[in-house]
């Protein structure tokens, strides 16, 4: 039988009157039906978050995901900067001052557990290191971290801080994408999903892993979970640049600059037939800052041209060789935010299989040895890198956040040496852009044991960071599973008082 028009034996049938009829129909009773529920206000209203508030999803062009786009309102901060240490430092032993566990060292008072996250509990302790008066407003912070500690008078300590989990996996995954579980985003993606970046040659979201590797959560700390891929942190470190960001040998520039312009024409030719096909658009303008990226990722990597005088501030050389290697990606960090770079993550610990505090600050036996050996590395650069962006100005327009999984506990585990984990008090910090200078938020027990004053959960503390980057935490969402699914879940107030 021929078939002059081409119809598919579908189409055939909604061109037939008894199919037209009942299409019709059917159709006719469903607006009837939406017009009733309307009527009797059943009709699913305008979409709305759990709280209540209409999302606001940024219009991004597919052809241009990294376009730089506005806040939901004006905040200062522009850029962000997140120090991220895996393994969870102790905060009795470092910012979280409590004269009571050196009236108590040694003894083990009524309401210790018996038995915490790794086995039997030992005695209180007192901390590792002296604690001393800090800068004017005379913080206390131990000698562990001193170079951290002549900036003190810039920071906003939060010392109320909770978590859900005392797992370092599933507390990476809690602090840096609001869940336990694995599969959503991370902080940075949801910031450069909202806001794109100022520069459309480098990455929007910059993950800088520690010399000794990934953290126990690996990628999914810099994933872009169920946004789009366009939002997931790009990895590389000092030592370590993008894979195949060289040009072969073979292939000299000019074949090189052909072959990419020959490239753009035929993706853009394909998208003139395809020019609703978002992920096509997605995967061209991925290319293309790909094909950037070769020329300006060595640029901003190579730090020959620093001077002599910001090297040795930084301390590349002079100490143990991973002091050197995390200081160069404090140095990149630094050069990354300068050329516009939304957000970079900074780590300072490594090793998804766990490190007792050889590899992280996860310091379960010998803490006065592995957490000075983690101090070693990490406290000179990332205070040489605070002072580098105060200097140059630009803590005017960048949050600079130093955070962890959790605490430590003020008593030792049964090895007598080291500290278990602590998900009822632990301590971060944020300075630069919109925040306080010099003040302390919140309190844990005289012991350091539990958040007793301001408590603050992981919730609060993300629903603050995007606060300060002019984003509203309970509106930025994204439709997954049938869910308006956001950073904070459906918990998390903005901690106003570490506001400037």
């Excluded at 005392?166 to 985003?185: I, R, V, Y």
């Excluded at 909202?194 to 459309?200: F, K, P």
Aim: include cysteine; charged fraction near 20%; glycine fraction near 10%.
């Amino acid at each position: 039988m021929t078939n002059p028009e081409k119809l598919s034996p579908l189409g055939r049938r909604l061109l037939d009157r008894r199919g037209f009829l009942h299409t019709a129909g059917l159709s006719t009773s469903a607006l009837a039906l939406a017009s009733l529920l309307e009527a009797d206000g059943l009709l699913a209203a305008d979409v709305k978050t759990v709280s209540g508030k209409t999302p606001i999803r940024p219009a991004i062009d597919p052809s241009q995901p990294y376009a730089s786009r506005p806040g939901h309102f004006e905040m200062p901060a522009k850029q962000v900067l997140v120090i991220y240490c895996p393994g969870a430092v102790s905060h009795v032993d470092t910012f979280d001052y409590k004269p009571a566990l050196w009236e108590l060292h040694g003894q083990k008072p009524p309401g210790i557990p018996e038995v915490t996250f790794e086995g039997p509990t030992g005695n209180i302790a007192k901390p590792f290191w002296e604690f001393k008066p800090r800068g004017e407003t005379g913080k206390m912070v131990s000698e562990l971290l001193p170079h951290l500690a002549q900036h003190v008078d810039d920071f906003a300590f939060i010392h109320s801080l909770t978590t859900d989990t005392s797992a370092h996996p599933q507390g990476e995954n809690f602090m840096n994408t609001g869940f336990t579980m694995e599969g959503f985003p991370s902080f940075g993606a949801w910031v450069t999903y909202a806001l794109g970046t100022e520069n459309q040659e480098l990455p929007a979201f910059v993950a800088i892993n520690d010399p000794r590797g990934l953290a126990r959560s690996g990628k999914n700390n810099f994933g872009n979970g169920f946004l789009p891929a366009a939002f997931q942190g790009t990895d590389f470190s000092a030592a370590a640049p993008p894979n195949n960001l060289r040009r072969p040998d073979v292939l000299s520039a000019q074949e090189d600059r052909l072959s990419v312009d020959l490239l753009a024409r035929l993706n853009a030719k394909h998208l003139e037939q395809y020019p609703g096909d978002a992920d096509l658009a997605g995967r061209i303008a991925s290319y293309e800052l790909a094909g950037k990226m070769q020329t300006t990722v060595p640029d901003v990597m190579d730090i020959s041209g620093e001077t002599a005088a910001t090297l040795n501030a930084y301390g590349v050389e002079g100490g143990s060789e991973l002091r050197g290697q995390y200081a160069r990606n404090c140095i990149l960090a630094r050069r990354l935010l300068e050329k516009g770079v939304r957000v970079v993550q900074l780590f300072n610990g490594s090793d998804p299989a766990g490190g007792n505090g050889i590899t992280n600050w996860d310091s379960h036996a010998n803490i006065l040895e592995t957490h000075a050996m983690q101090a070693e590395i990490m406290d000179q650069p990332t205070a040489a890198l605070f002072a580098d962006l105060k200097q140059r100005g630009m803590l005017e327009n960048t949050l600079v956040v130093w955070a962890t999984e959790f605490g430590r506990m003020p008593f030792l585990q049964g090895n007598g040496t080291g500290r278990d984990h602590n998900p009822d008090a632990f301590t971060c910090f944020l300075a630069g852009a919109g925040v306080k200078k010099g003040i302390s938020y919140g309190e844990s027990d005289e012991f350091g044991f539990k958040a007793a004053a301001n408590t603050t959960t992981v919730y609060d503390f993300n629903a603050t960071l995007l606060h300060l980057m002019g984003l509203d935490h309970e509106r930025l969402t994204f439709y997954h599973n049938g869910l308006e699914r956001r950073l904070t879940n459906v918990h998390g107030h903005v901690v106003k008082d570490v506001l400037a």
